[in-house]
């Protein structure tokens, strides 16, 4: 698209020079000689960049600079001042100019000037889309507790660091969601973020995707290949499951945290790269240290700044946010709501899978779920299993060991009281159809 510039200034002969040298330059130009206009083309045609003169008739152009930061807060803003009012400028970037040219300028100044802002500005875009790009792919951290306080803390504190970072924690809590949420907070957030399931690749196509191939380096190799530490450069490369990496290439690993540097598989050409290391693990690499299966030196040069994630069951204060958080995220229309009952139950439950079990029994609780509420019934069954050992002080039922059988006959009269016997409406709040209402009355011996 071709940058629009609106340019604001009282003088007619200035807003036509702008106007012709910058179209020149395959600029869209736009003009006002007020400073109200101005504000009202601002809002209209959504420029890319605005020029505004601080001396104006009708209103001051600090106050038009603060109305058009007022309603886009990322638009990039060239002040032109006269010799006298250079403070004001100054008092102007302070509220948020990009810069300030001084009265007389010559227009290839001013040119280099509009050049620079654009392309500052359109870096900052790029680093929002990244941001929400990788916010839509891993989600973010959710939860108030003590626990997940401190993590936050942790996170902000070394991302504003090259320290390289070891995430520990049980599968499912979030250790990629994590490392992404340090790579969002650092200088790096407009360059790449790389994952690499260690776990997941055998030895020599694991060598091949961290450091990449020549062609011929090995039968298929047709062409070369750059490696994930490559496509990482300047930004961040993530090595999950770093545990399982067989101990000839924790070697290699450890050249690359020294020296930044490695060799492609069949070449001989070193490559320089500058990236930012976070390893994740769900084992205790102590343990495979003593086996003699994981290198100590390579733990001491991963372990440099270490993030410990909780597991849910010791924060079960943060699950009724993530709920919340996974529904609207699962159901972005917000048309189902979870009961209280089936609340209670998620809160009671441990969790061994942690935040991915959450997130996957509430996808489930989504698909089957027909009505606006998401009922007991609708949860996984090893959820519900967890209630034939103490019923009564998660729901409130009036007897404890229920099976699940007495439990959904149980859950099926109290939607039929709550709705005074009216069978359609009992079934869209259990969330299934009529007829399969009819049909588990009959199977429970219920008056139909």
Known sequence: ????????????????????????????????????????????????????????????????????????????????????????????????????????????????????????????????????????????????????????????????????????????????VAAVEIHKASDRADKPFVAVNCAALPEQLLESELFGHEKGAFTGATSKKKGRFEIADKGTIFLDEIGEIPISMQVKLLRVLQERSFERLGGTETIQVDVRIIAATNSALSTAIANGTFREDLYYRLNVMRISLPPLRSRKEDIPLLVNHFLGKLDPSHNKKISPEAMKILTHYNWPGNIRELQNAL?????????????????????????????????????????????????IIKALEKHNNNQTKAAKYLGISRPTLLYRMQKHGLKV
């Open 1 to 176: 698209m071709i940058p629009r510039i609106l340019v604001i200034d009282d003088e007619e002969r200035m807003c036509w020079a702008l106007e012709r040298a910058l179209s020149y330059e395959g600029y869209q130009v736009i003009t006002a000689t007020r400073g109200l206009q101005g504000i009202k083309l601002a809002n209209e045609t959504e420029p890319a960049m605005v020029i505004l003169d601080l001396k104006m008739p009708d209103i001051d152009g600090i106050e038009v600079l603060k109305k058009i930061k007022n309603n886009n807060k990322n638009i990039p803003v060239i002040m032109i001042t006269a010799h006298g009012t250079i403070e004001t400028a100054i008092e102007a970037m302070k509220i948020g100019a990009t810069d300030y040219i001084t009265k007389p300028f010559k227009l290839e100044e001013l040119k280099v000037q509009v050049k620079q802002a654009l392309h500052l500005s359109n870096l900052e875009n790029q680093v929002d889309f990244f941001r929400q790009e990788l916010s839509k792919k891993y989600g973010k951290m959710v939860g108030q507790s003590d626990a997940m306080k401190e993590v936050a803390l942790l996170i902000r504190q070394v991302a504003k660091t090259n320290a390289t970072v070891l995430i520990t924690g049980e599968s499912g809590t979030g250790k990629e």
């Open 363 to 411: 996808e489930r609780a989504l698909i089957v779920c027909q009505g606006a509420e998401i009922q007991p019934v609708h949860l996984p069954r090893e959820l519900l299993d967890r209630l034939e050992e103490n019923s009564s002080p998660i729901l409130n039922l009036p007897e404890s060991g229920l099976s699940l059988e007495e439990l959904e006959k149980h859950l």
